[in-house]
């Protein structure tokens, strides 16, 4: 929409006998506006503009000039907006950013009122801009923040990879579109083999240096940008992989075997070389509506306990529905 604008400002838009208003007005840190609806021009505005944005006043001459000293990002979703907004006889308020004359920009909240003669015809737009770029700051770190948190709230603390919520959002995810499309899903259960005497040995903090190690090793094991590794809990990992078959999820437990054996972390109690080992628990399914997502997991985590019941450092898979 093009706003047409004549080439004048008529500065004592407001009434002669309003000089108190006046000096009040233009003593604030708001800045006061009045806007012709039938012209588009501005009949007033505070001389407060110039400190703010460095635009003389005498230069706001029609919207024309409010429009085009806004960010180009807001422009559009904003000028559109309040006109609609003001053809409609409706008070509104926008968020928007300002132009500075040396171009910077300034956030500012415009509150805008629509006057009515005795018709019910816009008469006028009336309103304030209020700076409010501190307020912007604050809530754009406090967003920032809170987007680092709801990160960490979905990472394990000791191995920076995700952990158990983040598994679970994952997989109920991926459980509904591998239903909806009758795709297969696959996990994969890793439990590092004789934990409990590597803590008692080397103690507890190389244990945590151990698991750590061990969930990066895990990490370099998957294909898939939607694969994904998690600490279960203590030195347990779920490996989720999308779309996958069984012979696939095979391959992958047995590059997560290969690579843990290629870090070669000694483990003098451990009987398979004296390193550390993991067994694992391999379960792939096309999910239907009766198997529920925590029955198949449990059916894994048979799987796991069978790979450990006979030797460790082996891999169990779940052979035909959970």
């Given amino acids: 929409m093009t706003i047409e604008s004549p080439s004048h400002t008529n500065a004592s838009g407001l009434n002669s006998d309003s000089a108190v208003y006046r ?95 005795d018709q019910g015809e816009v008469e006028a737009l009336v309103g304030f801009m209020f700076d409010i770029t501190e307020r912007k700051k604050t809530e754009e770190k406090l967003l920032a923040l809170q987007k680092e948190l709801e990160a960490l709230s979905f990472k394990d603390g000791l191995t920076n990879i995700a952990n158990r919520r983040q598994f679970d959002a994952s997989f109920e995810l991926e459980w509904n579109s591998a239903r909806s499309k009758g795709m297969s899903l696959s996990v994969l259960l890793v439990d590092i083999d004789f934990f409990k005497q590597y803590n008692d040995l080397y103690g507890h903090i190389q244990g945590d240096r151990c698991i750590a190690d061990i969930a990066r090793t895990l990490s370099l094991a998957l294909d898939s940008p939607r694969d994904l590794v998690a600490r279960f809990g203590g030195e347990e990992f779920v ?39 993991v067994s694992i628990g391999v379960g792939t399914v096309t999910p239907g509506a009766q198997l529920k997502p925590s029955a198949f997991i449990e059916a894994v985590d048979r799987q796991l306990y069978a790979a450990k019941k006979n030797g460790r450092n082996r891999i169990e898979a779940l052979q035909g529905p959970a």
Wanted: aromatic share 8%; charged share 25%.
């Fill in 239 to 277: 490996v989720l992989l999308p779309q996958t078959d069984l012979s696939v999820a095979l391959k992958v437990a047995e590059r997560c075997q290969r690579l843990i054996r290629k870090q070669a972390i000694v483990h003098t109690q451990s009987p398979h070389g004296q390193c550390v080992t």
């Fill in 23 to 117: 000096t009040l007005l233009e003593s604030t840190r708001a800045i006061p506006w009045k806007i012709d609806w039938a012209t588009k021009t501005f009949a007033y505005i505070g001389p407060q503009i110039e400190a703010l944005l460095g635009w003389r006043a005498d230069s706001w001459t029609g919207v024309e000039d409010w429009a085009m000293r806004m960010h180009p990002d807001d422009r559009d979703y904003v000028v559109n907006f309040c006109v609609a907004q003001s053809q409609a006889g409706v008070d509104h308020e926008a968020d928007y950013r300002a132009l500075t004359k040396d171009n910077g920009y300034v956030w500012i909240r415009d509150v805008v009122h629509v006057v009515r003669n």
